[in-house]
Nanobody, 120 residues
Framework: QLQLVESGGGLVQAGGSLRLSCSPS????????MAWFRQAPGKEREFVAA????????SYADSVKGRFTISRENNKNTVYLQMNSLKPEDTAVYYC?????????????WGQGTQVTVSS
């Protein structure tokens, strides 16, 4: 089992920035593809960004492209989501996920989520 723990959420004004972090507890995640998803109140969970095991390949939802950056530091066992130019519509619970294959759409391990609130 891979237990993921997110941190870095909070309240920020529109136009501001936040950096989310995700680390596994008790195990390395170096061989896993990682991703961030989000779920706003009353909406379905949606894909935000993904990164392959080495960090050499990334993908983004159109809604965040150019504003968000996913990265990872395998030596620190951490994946990040840098969020810039935040908008009120980015308000959601953000989840970190791990899967065996990059961009397969299948993620087997999930964190508990961290709240991001963007005020207008």
């Amino acid at each position: 089992q891979l237990q993921l723990v997110e941190s870095g959420g909070g309240l920020v004004q529109a136009g501001g920035s936040l950096r989310l972090s995700c680390s596994p507890s008790g195990r390395t995640f170096m061989s896993y593809a990682m991703a961030w998803f989000r779920q706003a109140p009353g909406k379905e969970r949606e894909f935000v960004a993904a990164i392959n095991w080495s960090g050499g390949s990334t993908s983004y939802a159109d809604s965040v492209k150019g504003r968000f950056t996913i990265s990872r530091e395998n030596n620190k066992n951490t994946v990040y989501l840098q969020m810039n130019s935040l908008k009120p519509e980015d308000t959601a619970v953000y989840y970190c996920a791990a899967g065996a294959t990059y961009n397969s759409g299948r993620y087997d391990f999930w964190g508990q989520g961290t709240q991001v609130t963007v005020s207008s």
